[in-house]
């Protein structure tokens, strides 16, 4: 059971739009900034997202991401074959000290 | 870069050191973490060295884990003792260039496989 609370799947067609939640609670969304992260299977995770809005140099503005009170959301737009992938949200949790990390939405594009 | 080493097949209660080696960018100057992936599960955060020095470790791993820096080779280690069968994963060091807090993981190793069997 993650800290963080994501689906586990979502799906969409290509050229469409898509978000992926992310719950958390007062210590860690509500209080601290959130990443998020894509994943495909035997590579290493690329930062998407950045103190709760930011994309990093290089990451497709097709990504953007909001934050209010204790959850986020990642929005996907134009959406490609190629990212298809794992997403995952992360934040620092003051009450227990560490990085949590969501369970991770597996993104199918149809 | 970065680039893991020292992954392995390790029977249960044995040991392993992971390193880390960081080239491009200084280990000291930024936040320095071990994230792991289980087979079939999500990325689990395993613990961080601040820039400032301070150290967090998941409940997980705490007390068997240790996480440490070599400013010198400009590395980052992980030491894993009482090693359990959970333990298997690829584990991925990540820098967070934030300052003060942790903004997010730019920066990842290809990762290293750690088995515990």
């Known amino acids: 059971?993650?800290?963080?609370?994501?689906?586990?799947?979502?799906?969409?067609?290509?050229r469409q739009r898509v978000t992926i939640s992310c719950s958390g609670n007062s210590s860690?969304?509500?209080?601290?900034?959130?990443?998020?992260?894509?994943?495909?299977?035997?590579?290493?995770?690329?930062?998407?997202?950045?103190?709760?809005?930011?994309?990093?140099?290089?990451?497709?503005?097709?990504?953007?991401?909001?934050?209010?009170?204790?959850?986020?959301?990642?929005?996907?737009?134009?959406?490609?074959?190629?990212?298809?992938?794992?997403?995952?949200?992360?934040?620092w949790d003051d009450t227990l000290n560490g990085l949590v990390f969501g369970g991770g939405t597996k993104l199918t594009v149809l | 870069l970065l680039v893991e080493s020292g992954g392995g097949l390790v029977q249960p209660g044995g040991s392993l050191r992971l390193s880390c080696a960081a080239s491009g960018f200084t280990v000291s100057s930024n936040h320095m973490s071990w994230v792991r992936q289980a087979p079939g599960k999500g990325l689990e955060w395993v613990s961080v060295i601040y820039s400032g020095g301070h150290i967090y470790y998941a409940d997980s791993v705490k007390g068997r884990f240790?996480?440490?820096?070599?400013?010198?080779?400009?590395?980052?280690?992980?030491?894993?003792?009482?090693?359990?069968?959970?333990?298997?994963?690829?584990?991925?060091?990540?820098?967070?260039?934030?300052?003060?807090?942790?903004?997010g993981m730019d920066v990842w190793g290809q990762g290293t496989t750690v088995k515990v069997s």
């Open chain 2, 66 to 103: 240790t996480i440490s820096r070599d400013n010198s080779k400009n590395t980052l280690s992980l030491q894993m003792n009482s090693l359990r069968a959970d333990d298997t994963a690829v584990y991925y060091c990540a820098r967070d260039p934030g300052v003060g807090l942790l903004l």
């Open chain 1, 28 to 91: 860690n969304i509500g209080k601290n900034a959130v990443h998020w992260y894509q994943h495909i299977p035997g590579r290493a995770p690329r930062l998407l997202i950045y103190y709760d809005n930011l994309l990093p140099s290089g990451v497709s503005a097709r990504f953007s991401a909001s934050k209010s009170g204790t959850s986020a959301s990642l929005a996907i737009s134009g959406l490609q074959s190629e990212d298809e992938a794992d997403y995952y949200c992360a934040a």
């Open chain 1, 1 to 14: 059971q993650s800290v963080l609370t994501q689906p586990p799947s979502v799906s969409e067609a290509p």
